[in-house]
């Protein structure tokens, strides 16, 4: 009966060379890897920053319209009151 393992070849040692070269890929793959991701996560960042900034700009917009329409409404009251001499304090609560 023969051994099934023996006819296994040995694998020869890695040298000094050799051992560096692959530690030298290793950490040259990891450097790679954690450079893309933060390029990734910077992107992502500033993609969501932007958004935020166009949606804050978009109710300021509103906002600002709201309070115009309603500061017009009210002047536009004030002066019928004003300068409507017939317009009694009644009347006006009326409108």
């Given amino acids: ?14 040298n000094q060379r050799q051992m560096l070269l692959v530690a ?9 890897t954690y450079i893309a991701c933060h390029l990734v ?6 993609s969501r920053r932007n958004s935020f900034q166009r949606l804050v700009e978009s109710r300021i917009r ?9 500061e017009e409404l009210l002047f536009s009251l004030r002066n019928i ?5 017939d317009l ?4 006006f609560t009326e409108i």
């Fill in 24 to 32: 030298a890929i290793v950490l040259l793959g990891a450097a790679i």
């Fill in 41 to 46: 996560d910077r992107a992502e960042k500033e």
């Fill in 1 to 14: 009966m023969t051994n099934l393992y023996a006819h296994k070849a040995a694998r020869p040692a890695l």
């Fill in 88 to 91: 009694t304090e009644k009347e």
């Fill in 81 to 85: 009151f004003i300068y409507d001499s």
């Fill in 62 to 70: 509103l906002f600002e319209s709201a309070g115009v329409n309603y």
